[in-house]
């Protein structure tokens, strides 16, 4: 018997994908660069040249009348052995606390309450009015509502059988109620921030928590905080940022006192600069402030884990 062998059938071979050529127009990169010099030339101008120039007049002792002569690191160490600087840190510190606590807290509440409850534009506008407004009118508006004797807190206080109350003037209420100008004006844009954080939470996870009976005070703590983390995080980063850097309300409603207490670090280095003509000094006192910023910012940066996120 005779066993025939056949060749095995040739399989043929598969096409690549197509894929899509890799083509550059000419002139792409032109015209990007186009687009990003105006950016370059501004970020170039107004913040490397400036900086660089601090650097140099912080080794100096420069006073704006006569060429700056240089002094090594003579003004750093004149700002660690000044008192009145750690003093205004000191103030500048409590400040900052006190405005993080309240601009968190209430704006928690705000961005929770237009989340769960009540979704108006008109609602949403009205609370960022006040951040549009510029500082200074806003110190205005409020030194002139604070006045112990014409002011209208004070009239609401009398009305109410209260004696007046120096809200600027007393050393135990001027930087609490600065901050507590500070956190009207800012407290519209954190709520806002928080409320698009919300926004991205999926709502099949409060779902499946009403399901399991859990109510709104639950779901907060336990559903929208947790997932709110990154949120929280640029929040504190740029309120702690923004708040070190508070001047225009306490130059135009307490110059700094009652006696000094509300002198925040802005104030004390704008004082060195243009009052006793200590530029130097100053710039030496500005990029400390810096580095503290920027350790700061580290810390809650990676104590926060802003990177990450739990919706992924």
């Given at each position: 018997m005779t066993v025939v062998q056949t060749a095995?059938?040739?399989?043929?071979?598969l096409d690549p994908p197509d894929r899509a050529p890799r083509t550059r127009r000419k002139g792409d990169g032109l015209t990007a660069w186009a687009f990003l010099l105006p950016s370059i030339v501004g970020f170039a101008v107004f913040f490397v040249y400036?900086?660089?120039r601090g650097v140099?007049?912080?080794?100096?002792?420069?006073?704006?009348?006569?060429?700056?002569?240089s002094v090594g690191l003579a003004n750093y160490r004149a700002a660690i052995h000044d008192p009145e600087f750690w003093k205004s840190l000191r103030v500048t510190t409590y400040f900052v606390v006190l405005s993080l606590v309240a601009q968190l807290a209430i704006g928690l509440v705000l961005a929770g309450i237009m989340h769960r409850l009540l979704r108006?534009?008109?609602?949403?506008?009205?609370?960022?009015?006040?951040?549009?407004?510029?500082?200074?009118?806003?110190?205005?508006?409020?030194?002139?509502?604070?006045?112990?004797?014409?002011?209208?807190?004070?009239?609401?206080?009398?009305?109410?059988?209260?004696?007046?109350?120096?809200?600027?003037?007393?050393?135990?209420?001027a930087l609490p109620s600065i901050a507590g100008i500070t956190t009207w004006a800012g407290i519209g844009y954190i709520a806002l921030l928080?409320?698009?954080?919300?926004?991205?939470?999926p709502q099949d996870v409060y779902q499946s928590a009403q399901l399991d009976g859990a109510g709104e005070i639950?779901?907060?703590?336990?559903?929208?905080?947790?997932?709110?983390?990154?949120?929280i995080a640029l929040v504190l980063v740029v309120s702690v940022i923004g708040s070190f850097q508070i001047f225009d309300v306490v130059a135009v409603t307490t110059a700094g006192g009652p006696v000094g207490l509300?002198?925040?670090?802005?104030?004390?280095?704008?004082?060195?600069?243009?009052?006793?003509?200590?530029?130097?000094?100053?710039?030496?006192?500005?990029?400390?402030?810096?580095?503290?910023?920027g350790v700061l910012t580290w810390v809650q940066m990676r104590l926060l884990r802003a990177s990450t996120s739990d919706l992924g």
């Amino acid at each position: 018997m005779t066993v025939v062998q056949t060749a095995p059938a040739s399989v043929p071979a598969l096409d690549p994908p197509d894929r899509a050529p890799r083509t550059r127009r000419k002139g792409d990169g032109l015209t990007a660069w186009a687009f990003l010099l105006p950016s370059i030339v501004g970020f170039a101008v107004f913040f490397v040249y400036p900086a660089v120039r601090g650097v140099y007049y912080s080794t100096t002792d420069w006073n704006l009348l006569s060429p700056p002569k240089s002094v090594g690191l003579a003004n750093y160490r004149a700002a660690i052995h000044d008192p009145e600087f750690w003093k205004s840190l000191r103030v500048t510190t409590y400040f900052v606390v006190l405005s993080l606590v309240a601009q968190l807290a209430i704006g928690l509440v705000l961005a929770g309450i237009m989340h769960r409850l009540l979704r108006s534009v008109m609602v949403r506008a009205v609370l960022l009015l006040p951040w549009l407004v510029p500082n200074v009118t806003i110190g205005l508006l409020w030194m002139w509502m604070l006045d112990t004797n014409l002011g209208f807190a004070n009239h609401l206080l009398h009305s109410l059988g209260h004696g007046t109350e120096g809200f600027l003037t007393d050393p135990n209420l001027a930087l609490p109620s600065i901050a507590g100008i500070t956190t009207w004006a800012g407290i519209g844009y954190i709520a806002l921030l928080f409320y698009a954080g919300m926004l991205q939470i999926p709502q099949d996870v409060y779902q499946s928590a009403q399901l399991d009976g859990a109510g709104e005070i639950r779901m907060f703590f336990g559903i929208t905080l947790p997932l709110l983390r990154p949120i929280i995080a640029l929040v504190l980063v740029v309120s702690v940022i923004g708040s070190f850097q508070i001047f225009d309300v306490v130059a135009v409603t307490t110059a700094g006192g009652p006696v000094g207490l509300t002198k925040v670090i802005y104030y004390y280095i704008y004082e060195e600069a243009f009052h006793h003509f200590r530029m130097g000094y100053a710039s030496a006192m500005a990029l400390c402030l810096a580095l503290v910023l920027g350790v700061l910012t580290w810390v809650q940066m990676r104590l926060l884990r802003a990177s990450t996120s739990d919706l992924g």
